[in-house]
Nanobody, 120 residues
Framework: LQLVETGGGLVQTGGSLRLSCSGSGDNLEYYAIGWSRQAPGKGRENLACVNNVGVTAFLADSVKDRFTISRDNNKNFVYLQMDNLNSGDTAVYYC??????????????WGQGTQVTVSP
């Protein structure tokens, strides 16, 4: 499975973006898919995971009031709707397969990432 993220860009504080994750090499609906991000100089932060039938399995406390994960298996996409963005959301965003691990959720099969930049 190869994942590709799209939808990143430059947005002003308070704005919204919707990121999309598409897959090739296998049918995306067989997998739980999640989103993570990595800000400059920081480690990777796991944000969300949605199971293969569209139930949100995990949403990080840092974004749960502003971000929504969803999927459309008919179109073979997983989305991350991001609202009320602030400078702290500036990062490269990645989609990946996800599953419940021993300590939190684990991720694999990372895409190449899409840059989100939030301006003042």
């Amino acid at each position: 499975l190869q994942l590709v993220e799209t939808g990143g860009g430059l947005v002003q504080t308070g704005g919204s973006l919707r990121l999309s994750c598409s897959g090739s090499g296998d049918n995306l609906e067989y997998y739980a898919i999640g989103w993570s991000r990595q800000a400059p100089g920081k480690g990777r932060e796991n944000l969300a995971c949605v199971n293969n039938v569209g139930v949100t399995a995990f949403l990080a406390d840092s974004v749960k009031d502003r971000f929504t994960i969803s999927r459309d298996n008919n179109k073979n996409f997983v989305y991350l709707q991001m609202d009320n963005l602030n400078s702290g959301d500036t990062a490269v965003y990645y989609c990946a397969t996800c599953w419940a691990g021993v300590q939190g959720y684990d991720y694999d099969d990372w895409g190449q990432g899409t840059q989100v930049t939030v301006s003042p």
